[in-house]
Each structure stands twice: as C-alpha cells, then as structure tokens.
C-alpha cells in the first residue's frame, strides 16, 4: 500500500508541486474518478472504458495519486490478471470538502492570500495588510454578512453529522435552543428536521434577520425557527432558552473574548442548562487546515482566528463552574457541559 511521503525532503517537494497535486486531485472527483476508486479496487482498463480516457495517459495520473499517498496499488490476483486500483478510505469525502465547488467568500479569502504571496516580509514587519475590499472582520456590510453566512452554511455536513449522533441526549422534547452567531439559521434548521420537538433561536447581528427569515421560510419552519438580535460583544446573551450553542464561533476570537463569552453563557444559562461548543478543534491531522488561515490572516490583525486543542475548554470550563464537562465523538468533537 503506498503512503504519503514523509521527510523534511519529500515534505518540500511536494509543496513546491503543490499548485500540480491540486489539479490531479481536483480532475480526479471532476471526472468521477474517485466515485469509482474509493470502492474499488477498479482496474485502468475499466477506468479507462468507463470515462472514455486514454490508458497510457491514464496509467500516469494514477501514478501521480499514487505518488501522493491517495491510491494504492493492488498486484493483479493471478498472472494473467491486471493491477489494480484503489483510493485510501474517505478520499472522496475529503476531496469534495477541501476542493468541492467554491463559494464566493472563499474566492475572496483566496484573492487575499494572493495580496500577501510573495510579501511576507513586508507583513511580518506591518508594511502591508489584506485589505478590507478582500477580507474585513468581522463582516460589515449586508454583502460581505451575507457571503460570510453562506460560506459558513457551506461547510455544516460534519458539523450536522455530529448533532444528529447525539440529538436524542442532547435535546429532550420541548427544548429550547439557542445558537449563538447561528448564522443564515441553516443549522438550526437541519437540528429542527431531526428534532421535531426543538425549538431554535439564532442570535445574531440584526442584519442576519433576513437571512434567518429566508431559511425559516424555505425550510417551512414558521413557529420553530426564531431570531434575536444582538452583538455579543457588546450585551448579555439572552435568557430563557434550556440550551445555548457557540458552533463555529469561539475560535474567532483571542481567548479572553472567548472566556468572556463563556461566562456570559453562565450567566445566561438556567440551572441544569446546557452549553454546546463545536468547532475544529487543533489536532495533527487539521494543522494543514489551519496553515491556509494563519497564513492570510497574518495580514488581518482584527481576526485572531486559529484552531484551539480541546483542553482549552475542557479546562476553562470547571473553572467558570460548569459541571459534567464531556467531549462526544463525530467529525467535529462536541463539547458539552452543565450549569449547576
């Protein structure tokens, strides 16, 4: 089976082709090619005759997955058979979550990575900045609110995965949830799909009124799915709700402002309430991740967004007085936690 290089060596190499790796991987879940590998093992004749390309063309770009650790190599099962083919689990997936179909918040992200290549000395020594028509935080104007949601709503699938593994524990019927910095609603609305009992605020800027009425409109959700306006940086956060959710939203912040959040949770929450924390937390495997958003946001100093190890929570929260502190399992870990 092949595996990634590994070495200070390969490591480089394989960052300096990294603009080339990205194009085989991207014309491989284009040309429906890793449809057909992940299940495999497939052979490059059925390959080749199912999306009608060249063999010997073919045979190469399966060498460049290969040299990527992405496919593996089967020998054929008897002599007169053919070498086989086969991506390493959960390619697919991974392939359409990282490189899948662009939002346009994305793109702007994107171009103002470009305005720091090459100028990360400037940077460093605060001579030049993303500027605010590529990249303002936190978003100011109706459009740049209403691509940043978009782009947020986007990437819910693991986000979603993990509530819905733990629905039932989490959200008795009759619950009522509030999710802080919740966006268009659209997470909200895939938790009110599967809980018919529940019950969601979002609790956001007032300019994401429209957007929230758009989703609760669309979704069939009149009753169920309801807004609060407010800055939480600037007020409390509302009262009367059994549970209160940061998804996505602590990790925006230094940490005293995600502490001073935490406590503001506290304070909201009755006793017996229910805190939610889900976000990327910092592991070996999402530091690549992360290396896109450190980068550009070298050049954004009012963005301190980075990914945060699961301990800091796991500790900060004992400390703000939180009982039963637990992390449940999915593609994004769930913190959980009590009011007294």
């Known amino acids: 089976m092949s595996e990634a290089p590994s070495g200070p060596r390969?490591?480089?190499?394989?960052?300096?082709?990294?603009?080339?790796?990205?194009?085989?991987?991207?014309?491989?879940?284009?040309?429906?090619?890793l449809d057909a590998l992940e299940p495999g093992p497939v052979t490059l004749a059925a390959l080749s005759e199912r999306h009608g390309l060249v063999p010997a063309r073919l045979d190469k770009f399966l060498d460049c997955l290969e040299s990527l650790g992405l496919v593996r190599r089967e020998p054929p099962p008897d002599a007169h058979g053919e070498t086989r083919y086969a991506a390493v689990p959960g390619l697919r997936a991974a392939a359409e979550a990282v490189l899948g179909p662009r939002s346009q918040e994305r793109?702007?992200?994107?171009?103002?990575?470009?305005?720091l290549y090459g100028h990360l000395p400037e940077v460093l020594r605060g001579e030049r900045s993303v500027s605010p028509r590529s990249f303002d935080w936190p978003p100011r104007t109706p459009e740049q609110?209403?691509?940043?949601?978009?782009?947020?709503?986007?990437?819910?699938?693991?986000?979603?995965?993990?509530?819905?593994?733990?629905?039932?524990a989490l959200f008795p019927a009759g619950t009522r949830l509030l999710d802080v910095g919740g966006g268009d609603g659209s997470l909200a609305a895939h938790l009110l799909e599967?809980?018919?009992?529940?019950?969601?605020?979002?609790?956001?800027?007032p300019s994401c009124e429209p957007?929230?009425?758009?989703?609760?409109?669309?979704?069939?959700l009149e009753g169920r799915l309801g807004f609060?306006?407010?800055?939480?940086?600037?007020?409390?956060?509302?009262?009367?709700?059994?549970?209160?959710?940061?998804?996505?939203?602590?990790?925006?912040?230094?940490?005293?402002?995600?502490?001073?959040?935490?406590?503001?949770?506290f304070e909201a929450l009755p006793p017996g309430?229910?805190?939610?924390?889900?976000?990327?937390?910092?592991?070996?495997?999402?530091?690549?991740?992360?290396?896109?958003?450190?980068?550009?946001?070298?050049?954004?100093?009012?963005?301190?967004s980075r990914l945060r190890d699961v301990a800091f929570y796991t500790r900060a929260l004992p400390a703000?007085?939180?009982?039963?502190?637990?992390?449940?399992?999915?593609?994004?870990e769930l913190v959980t936690a009590l009011r007294p």
Do not use: K
């Open 10 to 33: 390969a490591l480089l190499h394989l960052l300096f082709n990294g603009a080339r790796a990205v194009d085989v991987v991207e014309t491989a879940l284009r040309l429906g090619l």
């Open 107 to 115: 793109d702007r992200e994107t171009y103002a990575w470009r305005e």
């Open 145 to 168: 609110v209403a691509g940043f949601e978009a782009s947020m709503a986007a990437g819910l699938g693991p986000i979603v995965e993990t509530f819905r593994a733990h629905a039932d």
């Open 194 to 205: 599967a809980r018919p009992g529940l019950h969601v605020d979002v609790y956001n800027l």
């Open 211 to 220: 957007l929230v009425e758009r989703t609760r409109r669309a979704r069939g």
């Open 228 to 265: 609060v306006a407010g800055d939480f940086l600037r007020e409390p956060l509302p009262r009367g709700h059994d549970a209160l959710a940061f998804v996505r939203v602590l990790h925006d912040w230094p940490e005293d402002t995600a502490l001073a959040l935490l406590r503001a949770a």
């Open 273 to 304: 309430g229910r805190l939610l924390i889900c976000e990327e937390f910092r592991t070996p495997e999402r530091l690549a991740a992360q290396f896109f958003w450190s980068y550009f946001l070298m050049g954004v100093d009012s963005c301190g």
């Open 320 to 332: 703000l007085d939180f009982r039963e502190v637990r992390v449940l399992p999915g593609p994004f």
